[in-house]
């Protein structure tokens, strides 16, 4: 893992830089519009972490508990700019919010992630999630996603 960014909590005065990165990171079929981001960030159960690289973000992650389920962390949204990529932002980001996640009770951790984001897919099981379900038309019509899932300790 590349050093030279630093994780820490979101704050209020993020949302502009993250409503923006996560508008470069998906297209219009899966990004956030204000609305649903400050909706899954202010959830009473939501956290965000922010990674760092000077004073400029590179890359957050909303994750909550999972209303549907007991003690289950749904991951919400990763997302990385695109120049740091590839250096362990992403790893970072899903190891602590992991150890968030943990230290309050939670043991599963779930999300959903588009069938044909191959990278996503590929970078999801390599830290352990695996393939729970196929959720047809989940992105809209001919978009389908994947239910990952992983045990957390």
Do not use: C, W
């Not at 760092?52 to 997302?79: H, K």
Request: hydrophobic content about 45%.
């Amino acid at each position: 893992m590349t050093v030279g960014f630093r994780i820490r909590a979101g704050a209020a005065e993020d949302f502009p830089a993250l409503l923006a990165i996560d508008r470069a990171s998906f297209d219009d079929g899966v990004a956030y519009d204000a609305d649903e981001l400050a909706y899954a960030i202010g959830r009473p159960a939501a956290f965000t972490l922010v990674a760092e690289d000077g004073r400029r973000i590179v890359g957050f992650l909303v994750a909550d508990a999972d209303p549907l389920a007991r003690r289950a962390g749904l991951l919400v949204t990763i997302d990385v700019i695109e120049d740091a990529r590839r250096r362990g932002v992403g790893s970072a980001l899903l190891e602590r919010s992991e150890a968030v996640l943990a230290r309050n009770g939670i043991r599963r951790y779930r999300l959903q992630v588009e069938t044909s984001n191959a990278a996503a897919v590929a970078f999801y099981t390599r830290r352990g999630f695996r393939k729970t379900r196929k959720l047809r038309g989940y992105y809209g019509p001919g978009r389908h996603a994947y239910l990952m899932e992983k045990a957390i300790r």
